[in-house]
């Protein structure tokens, strides 16, 4: 079965949240038709990959985040303001353990 020039769009759009219903306007594509092609295993599988990548580049921003944002505390702990370093200390500890 030959693929849907609607596909791409159509599972982008759902994938980042829209309902097909809307997604069906932004693709310029009847609302019968959107729902047919969310139907198939082409599409299911589209919003599968595209859901999967956007998960896994969010984690590797929070993941690089995670470690500037220790590296900030760790800095902090050479602080004057005794406070700045007890607070520091503190949330590194906390997210030490299980």
């Known amino acids: 079965m030959k693929k ?13 949240g829209m309902s097909v219903r809307d997604a069906a306007g932004i693709a310029g594509c009847t609302e019968s038709t959107a729902y047919s092609i969310s139907c198939t295993d082409d599409f299911r599988s589209e919003v599968n990959r595209l859901r999967t990548a956007a998960v896994e580049q969010a984690v590797s921003i929070l993941t690089s985040n995670a470690t500037a944002a220790c590296n900030s505390l760790v800095k902090l702990l050479n602080s004057q303001d005794e406070k700045i370093v007890l607070t520091a200390a503190s949330k590194l500890l906390d997210r030490i353990g299980p």
């Open 4 to 16: 849907s020039k609607y596909l791409p769009i159509l599972s982008s759009s759902v994938a980042s």
